[in-house]
């Protein structure tokens, strides 16, 4: 006697008068799903994926999806091909290390804005930051905003916990004359000209992941099309600008170029070696690899301790950079935005509000009044 198959085996058959191969599921919940191929090997490996699904508890009633079966179908359904590699990646470590350890056995229909509050102050006395405790929050509402969407449940409880209030930190910066002796102090190192480039207001994975074919020396320009970033799990990645905006043209000062003349040379002698593996990158390693950014910044660290300049992060080149342009040079907030590659110059006014408010000068100007005669105690 033929043992008939239990819900989740699936089968496959040939379909005669089609031509066709037939592959066919039956869910927990009864109904049926079917895939038809020429190709009897993709229907096979269809019903492998989708028999893999049940085990794994995708396939299941609206009643009784967990919210831990939920944000895997989230990540897995709409997050691979919704968000950039990095965004994922930090949303599936968050998912995985903070929110399905204490919310992920709750059916996703029973999860209640206290749970959720209860998560956040669970969270803080752990010793989080609020900066992180919020990105937790974020995350957990914006992956209920796709469930409801999907109608997986009528209303967003995320919606009505507040986050931790995220204070703004005004970034560390050096000055101009702190820049001006970080920059002399680089004559003749061999990552000379990544810190040049950091003084275009250039990010770090843009310095690192600039192609050859993107630079051209002797018209003393450059073009942003790409960053190289450290992903966990999948190692160095050329990724695409975060924004168009990003993409961009940055002209180059001459002492610039001149330094990027010397390291291509330097880089050209280099690639001349057997072991030399072509990256198609600007600035590489001694072997033509891309240089991981981790690298860089303990690089740069060990620079400024050596001179005794402030410690501050790679980033704050950026910034000291910026302050530099607004501040000394009182450059156009539009033209800082394009240089930078922000999304807009609303995002350049909100980031540096406490640099270029022009308010700080107007009531400057009015305490003047204020000051007391020559010649008065």
């Not at 239990?6 to 049926?32: M, N």
């Not at 040049?196 to 250039?202: F, K, P, R």
Request: proline share 4%; aromatic share 8%.
């Amino acid at each position: 006697m033929t043992r008939r198959r239990s819900a989740g085996e699936g089968t496959v058959f040939f379909w005669q008068q089609k031509g066709l191969w037939v592959g066919r599921i039956t869910l927990p919940d009864g109904k049926k799903r079917v895939k038809t191929s020429k190709t009897q090997k993709i229907v096979k490996d269809w019903v492998l994926v989708e028999r893999n699904k049940i085990k794994q508890g995708i396939f299941t009633t609206g009643e009784n999806i967990t919210l831990e079966t939920f944000l895997i179908r989230y990540l897995e359904d709409y997050g691979k091909r919704s968000l950039r590699i990095t965004t994922y990646e930090g949303y599936k470590q968050v998912i995985e290390r903070h929110i399905i350890p204490d919310l992920g056995k709750v059916k996703l229909k029973d999860l209640r804005a206290d749970q959720i509050n209860y998560l956040i102050t669970k969270k803080l006395n752990a010793g989080l930051s609020n900066r992180s405790v919020e990105y937790i929050h974020g995350i957990l509402k914006r992956s209920l905003n796709v469930a409801k969407t999907w109608e997986l449940i009528s209303k967003n409880p995320a919606t009505l916990v507040s986050p931790p209030k995220v204070t703004f930190k005004i970034p560390d910066i050096w000055s101009s004359e702190q820049v001006r002796l970080f920059l002399d102090s680089l004559k003749d190192d061999r990552w000379e000209a990544i810190y040049y480039l950091a003084c275009t207001a250039m990010r770090k994975g843009e310095v690192l992941g600039l192609p050859l074919k993107a630079l051209d020396v002797d018209k003393g320009y450059l073009m942003v099309i790409q960053n190289l970033q450290y992903v966990p799990g999948r190692g160095l990645l050329l990724l695409e600008p975060k924004t168009e905006k990003s993409k961009r043209l940055i002209k180059l000062p001459d002492f610039i170029v001149e330094a990027l003349k010397k390291h291509l040379a330097r880089r050209a002698m280099l690639a001349q070696s057997s072991n030399w593996k072509e990256s198609g990158l600007v600035f590489t390693t001694d072997i033509g690899t891309p240089i991981s950014p981790r690298n860089m910044v303990r690089h740069f660290k060990n620079k400024i301790e050596a001179i005794g300049l402030p410690d501050i992060r790679f980033h704050d080149i950026r910034h000291s950079i910026v302050s530099y342009l607004l501040i000394e040079k009182n450059l156009n907030v539009k033209f800082v935005s394009e240089l930078v590659g922000h999304s807009s110059s609303k995002v350049t006014m909100d980031r540096y509000a406490h640099l270029i408010n022009p308010m700080n000068s107007l009531v400057a100007d009015s305490l003047e009044g204020l000051s007391i005669p020559s010649g008065l105690p």
